[in-house]
Nanobody, 124 residues
Framework: QLQLVESGGGLVQPGGSLRLSCAAS????????IGWFRQAPGNEREGVSCISSSGGRTNYVDSVKGRFTISRDNAKNTVYLQMNSLKPEDTAVYYCAAGAYYSGSYYRGDYDYWGQGTQVTVSS
């Protein structure tokens, strides 16, 4: 069974940090580009960051540039999203998704497999 599982979410104060993990089972993550998305209540799901299969190319949306860092450890079959200087507007359920090709975009049709999400809440 092909599965992506996110972890690392939680409650953090504004200005704090979290590191999200996206682990794969049933397939080799290094063959796939990975995107991180988020969805806040009442909002559409939006892209946050993406990384190519080798890790050599990355992309960030403007709202997280300079605060979030995407990385991958293919030996551990895991992709990470380090989130620093968190703001209340970063509150959302965060999802990772795997796609066969790196497009640098957040078109959902480019991604074949999705995780169930992990909740991130930024609040004092």
């Amino acid at each position: 069974q092909l599965q992506l599982v996110e972890s690392g979410g939680g409650l953090v104060q504004p200005g704090g940090s979290l590191r999200l993990s996206c682990a794969a089972s049933g397939f080799t993550l290094e063959d796939y580009a990975i995107g991180w998305f988020r969805q806040a209540p009442g909002n559409e799901r939006e892209g946050v960051s993406c990384i190519s299969s080798s890790g050599g190319r990355t992309n960030y949306v403007d709202s997280v540039k300079g605060r979030f860092t995407i990385s991958r450890d293919n030996a551990k079959n895991t992709v990470y999203l380090q989130m620093n200087s968190l703001k209340p507007e970063d509150t959302a359920v965060y999802y990772c998704a795997a796609g066969a090709y790196y497009s640098g975009s957040y078109y959902r049709g480019d991604y074949d497999y999705w995780g169930q999400g992990t909740q991130v809440t930024v609040s004092s």
